[in-house]
């Protein structure tokens, strides 16, 4: 197997992960760190922001719009707010890369400005869905083109009239919840936008406006803004992304031996779906120092290995682990037993197809993996070493190099340049934790030689 490609993960098999670790800050934090330092008054201080692409693409379309903005330097940023109609028109189009959240959330807080913007965004992002921003934008009286397929790139005509919206959304998303809150800040005439969700999503759009002193409402299962209000700059701390420490609170679990620690981790209630789903398959988690930072709770979370068997995955948890699916799969391919999930076919349309890609993988390693519509049923059993493709997919390159924790043999993964649009440095922190794991063309020095 020496014709791995560039970016290609080599994993060695066998191994445990020990000690202590903090993973790169929150995505979906940093992300709306920047956009809301940006339209707020005054100066914004972040600390632990991600420095992942993604974060970074919203970080560059604020300040093609304008917006001064120092660092990153070591999770350091400094935003000085324009206030919410101080942005300008870019000279480009915003590119954001692989970044659905940045181009469904700045879909909604750009609809209501003065002036025409262009998002685009790479191949994966131009096959994703955006009629799920775009109609209800459109309801609102935003005029926005996309592709005859609902896909970007996304034009935005400025200078219309945003109307207020009450809208009750067809599936539990955050990015579809927070692009329309985002665009109710900019509804004319003092009005008030709700957003009903079928279950609950991620709340950090919600806690952060009020961090910046913007009032939010809940009126039973909706959460509401009113127009007319302003943002006032604060002071944010990135907690570590639970999504990123995902892969090692499942890696903990099925090496034997594990012992590992995971500080600072963001535990938001509406994210914390993985840990209740590992506990149910008898994993071994303990939630230390539980503490609140800038309105968003944070705990060390220990992890050791235990023996797992097979749950039917409990369809409330879904929205709540929605980004773990991934490593989540591999425990399922670890435990005893079968495990099922159904109503997630949400994960269809990720970066990647991820029951399509996760199966496949799993398949090639041996495990009776069934996709199904909206799910998977995963039987346990021994994961053999070989090759796997991630489709260019962060989650599924870093879930199956946890896998070769329980491979007998080596593991290599493709197509894993993306790594770093949520988790830049994971290779020489996964080394850190016990994991044997080069990319091709860096440093292949500790794997045993011939073992790839
Ligand atoms: C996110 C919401 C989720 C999640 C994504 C980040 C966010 O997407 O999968 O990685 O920051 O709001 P959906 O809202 O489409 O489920």
């Known amino acids: 197997m020496n014709s791995a490609h560039p970016h290609a993960f080599l994993v060695a098999p066998g191994g445990h992960l020990h000690g202590s670790v903090r993973v790169p800050g929150d995505k979906s934090i940093s992300h709306r760190s920047i956009m809301l330092g940006a339209i707020a008054e005054g100066t914004t201080h972040i600390t632990g922001f991600l420095e992942g692409e993604d974060s970074l693409a919203t970080l560059n379309a604020f300040r093609q719009m304008g917006v001064h903005i120092e ?3 070591h999770g350091r940023v400094t935003v000085q707010g324009v206030g919410l109609h101080g942005l300008r028109a870019p000279s480009a189009p915003l590119n954001l890369g692989n970044s659905g959240t940045s181009m469904r959330l700045l879909a909604g807080l750009l609809a209501g400005q003065a002036f025409d913007v262009v998002m685009t965004g790479d191949d994966s992002l131009s096959r994703r869905p955006m009629r799920r921003v775009t109609e209800p934008l459109a309801q609102m009286g935003a005029r926005i083109d996309a592709t005859a397929a609902g896909t970007p790139p996304l034009h935005i005509h400025g200078g219309t009239r945003l109307q207020a919206l009450d809208y009750v959304m067809p599936m539990a998303s955050a990015q579809v919840k927070s692009c329309l809150l985002l665009a109710g800040l900019y509804a004319q005439g003092d009005l008030t936008t ?3 969700e079928p279950a609950p999503t991620r709340d950090h759009t919600e806690r952060m406006l009020r961090g910046f002193g913007y009032p939010v409402e809940y009126k039973s299962a909706k959460v509401c803004v009113s ?3 302003r943002l006032t ?3 944010i701390d990135v907690p570590a992304d639970i999504s990123s420490a995902a892969f090692f609170m499942v890696g903990a679990s099925i090496a034997a031996g594990s012992d590992l620690t995971l500080e600072h981790v963001g535990i938001n209630p509406t994210r914390t779906g993985v840990i209740n789903i590992l506990r149910l398959m008898g994993a071994n988690i303990e939630i230390l120092r539980e503490r609140e930072i800038g309105g968003e709770p944070v705990a060390d979370i220990r992890v050791r290995a235990s023996r797992l068997r097979g749950v039917v995955i409990p369809r409330d948890q879904v929205p709540l682990a929605i980004d773990e699916f991934p490593a989540l799969f ?3 391919a670890c435990a005893d037993g079968e495990t099922v999930l159904t109503g997630a076919e949400e994960l269809r349309v990720k970066e990647s197809d991820r029951i399509q ?10 495990i009776d993996a069934r996709p199904t519509p909206d799910g998977m049923i995963i039987r346990g059993s021994s994961l053999s070493g070989g090759r796997v493709n991630s489709h260019g997919d962060h989650r599924i390159a870093m879930a199956f190099a946890m896998a070769a924790l329980r491979a007998s043999g080596p593991i290599v993964i493709d197509d894993c340049a993306n790594v770093a649009t949520s988790f830049p440095g994971f290779v020489e922190l996964a080394r850190r934790a016990g994991l044997t794991i080069d990319m091709t063309g860096v440093d292949h020095s500790s794997l045993t030689p011939g073992s790839i």
């Not at 890609?357 to 041996?366: N, T």
């Open 194 to 196: 709700c957003v009903t």
């Open 227 to 229: 127009s007319g209000h």
């Open 330 to 332: 591999i425990a399922a």
């Open 71 to 73: 660092g990153p330097h």
């Open 233 to 235: 700059a604060t002071s």
């Open 357 to 366: 890609v996760m199966a496949d993988g799993l398949l090639a390693l041996g």
